[in-house]
């Protein structure tokens, strides 16, 4: 068994972002770096950079999320960027969406844990669960895939006029560059590149938003929506 790595000290800075959650983030971080780095969700190397690489930086997404909107989190893991973006805001409606089961049980034991009330886990694939949750207004992924594929997954998922949020690392630039083409044929209307976290976190975390228009998946996932929800019509009336 993997030996849990020590917990850094707790930076100021949590204290200001969380409010009154801190507690909570807390306890969060003592289960990543126990039953997390034992699971193999995180790597025990992670750990003394836990507060400022993983909890902070997931945490100031929060500041180009609209006010009460619902978000599914692709690609959810540990809970990275979904939990600590549920904990500094209560009036969105988060689905951690995570296809390993090891994950979504971890997943489920802190959403309960910490009474997140509204997160709700949700095992499967981002393929797989289109017509069997709602669509969303946000997407958010972290470290999961370059842009082009995470688009593909992600975006099908929108409500019209959604937006996909993915942290991003220093090839932000030159992997918005790259998916242009694929994001495009995505019905994506328009991209920006996002630095949050001024007097929070340094570097900045860096977002690469991209904004779509009334047909989320463009043509390509046009049928398979349209079909999906005839589905979910048909299981409701029986």
Same mark, same amino acid.
């Given at each position: 068994?993997?030996?849990?790595?020590?917990?850094?000290?707790?930076?100021?800075?949590?204290?200001?972002?969380?409010?009154?959650?801190?507690?909570?983030?807390?306890?969060?971080?003592?289960?990543?770096?126990?039953?997390?780095?034992?699971?193999?969700?995180?790597?025990?190397?992670?750990?003394? /950079?836990?507060?400022?690489?993983?909890?902070?930086?997931?945490?100031? $997404?929060?500041?180009?999320?609209?006010?009460?909107?619902?978000?599914?989190?692709?690609?959810?893991?540990?809970? =990275?960027?979904?939990?600590?973006?549920? $904990?500094?805001?209560?009036?969105? @409606?988060?689905?951690?969406?995570?296809?390993? =089961?090891?994950?979504?049980?971890? $997943?489920?034991?802190?959403?309960?844990?910490?009474?997140?009330?509204?997160?709700?886990?949700?095992?499967? /694939?981002?393929?797989?669960?289109?017509?069997?949750?709602?669509?969303?207004?946000?997407?958010?992924?972290?470290?999961?895939?370059?842009?082009?594929?995470?688009?593909?997954?992600?975006?099908?998922?929108?409500?019209?006029?959604?937006?996909?949020?993915?942290?991003?690392?220093?090839?932000?630039?030159?992997?918005?560059?790259?998916?242009?083409?694929?994001?495009?044929?995505?019905?994506?209307?328009?991209?920006?590149?996002?630095?949050?976290?001024?007097?929070?976190?340094?570097?900045?975390?860096?977002?690469?938003?991209?904004?779509?228009?009334?047909?989320?998946?463009?043509?390509?996932?046009?049928? @398979?929506?349209?079909?999906?929800? /005839?589905?979910?019509?048909?299981?409701?009336?029986?």
């Amino acid at each position: 068994m993997t030996e849990a790595a020590e917990l850094p000290p707790v930076p100021e800075q949590a204290r200001e972002v969380f409010g009154d959650r801190y507690a909570d983030v807390i306890r969060y971080a003592e289960l990543l770096a126990e039953a997390g780095v034992q699971r193999g969700l995180i790597g025990p190397r992670e750990v003394p /950079r836990l507060w400022e690489r993983h909890l902070l930086n997931c945490a100031v $997404l929060s500041e180009v999320v609209p006010e009460g909107v619902t978000v599914c989190d692709v690609g959810s893991g540990a809970g =990275l960027p979904g939990i600590p973006l549920a $904990l500094v805001r209560e009036d969105l @409606k988060i689905t951690l969406l995570e296809p390993l =089961l090891r994950r979504t049980n971890f $997943l489920t034991e802190v959403v309960e844990l910490l009474g997140l009330d509204h997160v709700t886990v949700v095992r499967g /694939r981002a393929e797989e669960v289109m017509g069997k949750i709602p669509p969303v207004h946000v997407v958010t992924a972290r470290a999961v895939a370059p842009l082009d594929r995470l688009a593909t997954w992600g975006i099908p998922l929108l409500r019209p006029y959604g937006e996909m949020l993915a942290l991003k690392g220093d090839t932000a630039e030159e992997e918005l560059k790259a998916a242009a083409a694929a994001l495009s044929k995505l019905g994506a209307v328009e991209t920006s590149i996002l630095h949050v976290g001024e007097g929070i976190v340094d570097p900045l975390s860096t977002v690469v938003r991209v904004e779509v228009g009334e047909s989320p998946g463009g043509v390509r996932f046009a049928a @398979k929506r349209a079909k999906a929800a /005839r589905t979910g019509r048909t299981r409701r009336r029986r």
